[in-house]
C-alpha cells in the first residue's frame, strides 16, 4: 500500500462516526477513504473511544447494543495502532504539547503524525492550527 493513503486518525473523526449528532461531511469522507486506505492511531486511541463509548451510555445518548455494534465495524476497518507512542510521551509527545499549547492527549496524535511523515484527520480545530504551524498537513 501506497504511504500516501496513509493518514493518522484523530478520535474526535471517529467519534463523530458513532454520535448523530456530531457526523459531518468531513468525517464521512474520511471513513470512506478508509475503504481504500489505512489510518493509523496511537495507542491512547481505543481508549479514547472506549471512554466516549461510555461517557454516551451514561448520558443515554447510546445503548450498549449500540456500542456493541459499532465497535464490531471498528475493528473492520484498516487502523493500525501504533506500538512506539508510549516511548515518545516524556520526549517529543511532551515537548509538542508544551510549544503547542495542545493536551498531552491530542499532541500524541501530532507526534505521530510527524514520525511517520503523514498527514493528519481531525475535527480539532486547536489540534489542526498546531499541526499546520508544525508543517502536518490536514488530510481531505
Known sequence: MKRSREFVLDGSVTMAWYFADESNAYADAILTHLESGRAVVPSIWPLEVANTVLVGERRKCSTEAQAAVWLGMLEMLSIEVDGETGFHAWSATLALARS????????????LAMRRGLPLATLDGKLKHAALAVGVSIHG
Open 100 to 111: 503547542q499549547n495542545l493536551s498531552a492527549y491530542d499532541a500524541s496524535y501530532l507526534e
